[in-house]
Structures are given as C-alpha cells and as structure tokens.
C-alpha cells in the first residue's frame, strides 16, 4: 500500500472496470470499461463511480448515501475484495501502477437487480431471524431511571455495536455463497451484541435459534468476514464466541 | 451546485459571495428547466431520474438558503457571517419563512416560542 500523501499533486491515470447488468435490456452481465483521468489518490472508489455517473453514463446504477462509511450502502467487490466504495481510496489500490487498475463488482451472493445493486431481502431475513431487537419484559427500574449496566458487562459486546449492515461480510463467505440458507456472518453479529448484553434477557432464544442447521455451525473459520468488515468488527471472533456459548450454555 | 454551495454558501459566508451564489443559481435553475438530459430511460431503479428530480428540488432549496441566509445579517448557530460576526437578538431573533412568489421568493418571519432554555450568549 502507497503512503497517502495529501495535498502532494499526484495524480493518476485510472482504468476502471465496473460489472454492468440491466435486465430490463441486457441478455447478460457486461463490462463497462472507462478511463478516468486527473485522480487523487484520496479520492475513493465512490469518486470515481460518480464521475461515470455524472460525467460519462448517466445509467450506471449503484446504492449510496452518506459517502462517509457509516450508512453501509454501497459495499461492493473491490479488486475482488468486498469494501464500502466510500472507504476505499485510490491510493490503496495503486499497486505501485499507474494507469491504476480498478475492477468493481456487485457483492456475491445475493441477485443482482440493476448494475451494483443488489437484492438486500435475503440478507434481512437473516438478520429478522436472530430476533435482533432487546428483549426483557421486566418493569423498567422504580426509580423511573434506565437499566443500568457496568462498563466490564458493556464492553463484552461493544465491539458487534459497530455494525452497519452493510452486508460486506455476509457476501464475503465462502458458506453463505455455497448456502443462502446460512444465516451467515451479520445475522450472527447482530446476535451477538444482544446475546452477550447483560440487560437483555432472551440470550436462550438466540443460542437456540443459533444452534440449527444454518446457524453457527455453517461457519468454517475462514475469516473472509473480518477482513471484510470496513468497522473492523471481529467478526470470525464474535462467532466462535457465540460457538462456544453454544457449546458450554455460558454466556 | 454542490461546489457553488460549498464555496460561497457554507457555514462561514460573506454577502459578496452570497449575493454572487444566488445570480449563478438563477442561472442554473434557467438550465435546469432547459437543459436537462436523463441517459437513463428504464423503469427499473432509475436513480438517474431520481438524481435529476432531486436535483431540481436542490437547486430551489439552494436558492432559499442563500437568499435567507443573505438578508440575515448577524451570525447565530451554524450560520457565521464573517461581515457580522455577532448575534443580534434585537433584530433577528425570529424564524425565517420563505415562500414562493412566481419566479421570486418572498421572505417573512415568526417569532421564537422561548419557554425552557434563556438564549444566551456561546462562550466557547
């Protein structure tokens, strides 16, 4: 990867393939090949797919919003890896090249609708399944105050709160490609952070739920999740804890 | 637009640039209603249709921000004027209200509903 150096004036040549499909008119999937020129390196992919858009074809079509990595909209494969098109920047996909060489896809695994977007309702379903909503039917406190909770118990599953559901993971998986049934990697983060959260109350249901056929044990430890997740999430590790919690009955 | 907006109408604004912002938005409201192309001609999620709608209600928005923001002379919030940099609550503690006028839009204003929290001065 390139030192990023700002404000130096470099600028590159960019040769950028983007995954091209309209049922509406083509037969099949397509190459869209287009040349970009003057590219910052801390310009990212979304950049670039903009200046196709509003510059060179007005039908290219893609899901966005913030731009800014927190929305989860536009997780797409990058060079062959899945990554939010906002996040990645130029500079890290140089290879020491210039022309640089960028390659966009749709993410696998789930039906392409039009271009870069695809059918999201396979992956919410999943995530549906594993009751991602805190669960306890206790009178709230007397004293009219929230449930409290001590910074040790907080911490246990602070980092699955990162989670944007951007599906990067799920569509980064080996399993989940051979078998859309599995529940797959976020489905299993959003479980976890309710599973492991000490005022939430419905951790059996989830272990439960988490236990069958296409639960857990789907997952074969090969950790394309967690090279996925652009917040960094543990991934392979928020499931194997979910594993062993499976396993031992302690949470 | 985008660019425009950043430059000339952002949180640290000037009369000049702003008076400048709403003549070339003018200009672009007159392109967008001649000008416009959509390469796109499909049914199926056309955010090129999307992007061009929205951008027609962008530029009139662009419009009333910069016009609003230009007849508010004093800086309160997120609206610093660098030509007025103080808050004057005698003459501008009111909501704008802008509505359209024809091709114009005119500007009122209501009072500020004060019950819980004073206004008082930002010291940080």
Not at chain 1, 38 to 45: A, E
Request: proline content about 5%; charged content about 30%.
């Amino acid at each position: 990867m390139e030192k990023i150096q700002v404000g130096s004036g470099r600028e590159y040549t960019v040769n950028l393939r983007v995954r091209r499909y309209n049922p509406e008119k083509d037969a099949e999937p397509w190459w869209g090949e287009y040349t970009l020129e003057g590219v910052s390196p801390t310009d990212s992919v979304l950049d670039l797919l903009h200046q196709v858009k509003w510059t060179m074809d007005g039908s290219l079509t893609l899901r966005r919003s913030c731009a800014h990595g927190v929305c989860g909209s536009d997780a797409m494969r990058i060079n062959g890896a899945n990554a939010l098109a906002c996040k990645m920047l130029v500079a890290r996909l140089t290879n020491g090249q210039d022309p640089v060489k960028i390659q966009v896809e749709p993410m696998l695994g789930l039906p392409v609708l039009k271009d870069l977007i695809v059918d999201m309702e396979p992956f919410f379903e999943h995530y549906r399944s594993v009751l991602p909503f805190f669960i306890n039917d206790d009178p709230p406190p007397q004293d009219g105050r929230e449930r409290l909770q001590s910074p040790e118990d907080r911490e246990k599953f602070d980092d699955t709160t990162k989670c944007i559901l951007c599906a990067a993971c799920t569509t980064s998986c080996p399993s989940f490609w051979a078998d859309g049934r599995y529940v797959g990697p976020a489905a299993i983060v959003q479980a976890h952070r309710f599973i492991y959260d000490s005022r939430d109350e419905a951790y059996e249901e989830r272990l439960g739920i988490l236990a069958e056929q296409f639960g857990v044990w789907k997952c074969r430890t090969i950790f394309n999740c967690t090279n996925a997740c652009p917040r960094d999430i543990e991934v392979t590790k928020a499931i194997a804890e979910v594993k062993m919690s499976i396993t031992t009955g302690k949470v | 637009m985008q660019k425009l907006m950043t430059a000339k109408v952002g949180v640290f604004r000037m009369e000049d640039g702003m008076a400048d912002a709403l003549e070339t938005l003018r200009e672009l409201r007159e392109a967008y209603a001649t000008d416009l192309a959509i390469d796109d001609k499909g049914r199926r999620f056309n955010s090129d249709l999307l992007e061009a709608w929205e951008l027609g209600c962008l530029l009139e928005l662009a419009e009333v921000t910069a016009y609003s923001a230009l007849m508010r002379k004093e800086s309160r919030g997120g609206h610093a004027r660098d030509d007025y940099p103080d808050r004057d609550d005698e003459d501008w503690l009111k909501h704008t209200l802008c509505f359209r006028d024809g091709e114009d839009y005119r500007l009122d204003y209501k009072p500020v509903v004060i019950d819980r929290y004073q206004p008082k001065e930002r010291v940080y």
